[in-house]
């Protein structure tokens, strides 16, 4: 699915009257709307920075951007708007959407043995894989990991995932990409 697809389809998931799983849940539920809201925010400010444009806009040849997500994930609500955003700067970029629980290429993607989600696979025109990246930015990796190591609540620890992405305002994940594309660029 293309992005408009996926806002319509996490849409389509709030105005169920009778949802259907994992969204039958009312946290899962309330977690996709505020995702919606999040994601919203973000292609609204629009942070892509004029060196993240700068350097996508060097890509010559046309390449295909993968992101495995779900509209329940809290991290999706702050990085597949990113990416979204970064891909319309260039016609080169082409950008698919694959559900993680749907028939998407998770399993080939796993972080640490786990289906983490979002990742962003980058190919180029012959379908080769370029590099993937995710499920966030190396600094949140590393707080994520060391409230889990330290067995902080859900609570606890969404709010301080939640801190990290306002805080960081997209920059890291705009950086840890656009390293990687400048790699394929060289």
Known sequence: MNWQQYLDYTHEILSEEKPKPPYDNPDYHHY???NDARMRR????NPVTEETKAVLLQIQKPQQWIVITEPWCGD???IVPI??????QNNNI???IQLRDSNSEIEQYLTGGTKSIPKLIVRDEKGKDLFSWG???REGQELYL???ARKADFEETKVAIQNYYNNDKSLSTQKEII?????QLA
């Not at 973000?42 to 400010?45: I, R």
């Open 94 to 96: 082409t950008l698919q």
């Open 32 to 34: 996709t709307k505020m």
């Open 179 to 183: 390293v990687l594309l400048k790699e």
């Open 42 to 45: 973000w292609v609204k400010t």
């Open 83 to 88: 990416i979204y955003l970064m891909s319309v």
């Open 76 to 78: 999706a609500a702050h």
């Open 146 to 148: 060391s409230l889990r």
């Open 135 to 137: 499920p966030r930015p």
